[in-house]
């Protein structure tokens, strides 16, 4: 099973890293293929260069060798759709079982992504828990019939089922990171680079000197 984990990454920290790497341990995924957007269909432009968000990303996952940077998105004109990531995703590797991973908050908007219904033929979903966020109660009754509770039932299966997956409650996130370097003061900005690997902490330093 390979799994698939998009974003912004805009920076990169240990709340993607992390929560991740227990996802491929625990379903004893082969591999994590993070792809970075490049146009994010349902947010404004990133913070940083794509460049930048690229660079960032490299320097992340050197020390985690069972990451892959995948930048079939960033090579696509238009929107950053995950429907057709998934597509070619397919297409490229046919024997494999793909495993979209996403955060809850993800997910309780998933069934307003472009063609959701299409990217659960190509996948199945890893959805993590996060603190303070839960499975609406108004989720749709298609995404409702598709919860599992047992990792092996999606095992025959191309996609279509999704597994809540517990993972480390870290409550980090790059709006909160973008804040702390922008508005916030010294002792809050240090702050930061707990929240990442050093090595991206000193070059995101360097693109804001």
């Not at 993607?16 to 293929?33: A, I």
């Not at 490229?92 to 908050?105: A, N, R, S, V």
């Not at 995404?143 to 809540?164: C, E, F, N, P, T």
């Amino acid at each position: 099973m390979l799994g698939i984990f998009g974003g912004t990454f805009d920076p990169i920290h240990y709340g993607h890293l992390k929560p991740v790497q227990v996802v491929l341990q625990e379903l004893g995924l082969s591999k994590v293929r993070f792809v970075p957007n490049r146009l994010p269909p349902h947010r404004g432009l990133p913070w940083l260069s794509t460049e930048q968000r690229v660079c960032l990303l490299e320097i992340a996952l050197q020390a985690y060798p069972d990451f892959i940077l995948d930048r079939r998105e960033l090579n696509r004109d238009g929107p950053s759709y995950m429907v057709d990531t998934l597509k070619s995703l397919r297409e490229d590797f046919p024997q494999e079982t793909l495993c979209l991973i996403m955060g809850m908050d993800a997910f309780a908007s998933f069934g307003h992504w472009f063609a959701w219904r299409t990217i659960l033929q190509y996948c199945h979903l890893v959805v993590m828990q996060r603190p303070g966020i839960h499975v609406l109660p108004s989720m749709d009754d298609f995404l409702k019939k598709r919860l599992i509770q047992d990792k092996k039932r999606w095992q025959s299966q191309a996609g279509g089922k999704i597994l809540i997956q517990s993972v480390p409650q870290l409550a980090i996130s790059s709006t909160d990171i973008r804040h702390r370097l922008l508005h916030a003061g010294q002792t809050q900005v240090q702050a930061v680079a707990t929240m990442m690997p050093a090595k991206v902490y000193q070059q995101l330093k360097r693109f804001l000197a």
